[in-house]
């Protein structure tokens, strides 16, 4: 499971709406709530663009969804 708020911060210091988040994964804005959830997962190339379009570095980007703590 992901760590929504640390997620979210990021979205908000990156000045990325949810919903530009979904245009860029792809999805919808229902499958992107799923997601952050935890009702479903993200795959791997999802987390590759996440991590690009938000400029995270690899130690924030495992904190944020790689990390065992939230699971």
Do not use: C, H, P, W
């Amino acid at each position: 499971m992901i760590n929504t708020m640390e997620l979210e911060i990021e979205l908000k210091r990156a000045n990325f709406s949810k919903k530009k988040l979904a245009i860029e994964l792809g999805v919808s804005e229902m499958t992107l709530y799923n997601k952050l959830t935890g009702q479903t997962e993200f795959k791997i190339s999802e987390v590759r663009t996440i991590a690009e379009k938000l400029n995270l570095t690899d130690a924030k980007k495992n904190e944020i969804f790689f990390n065992s703590q939230y699971d």
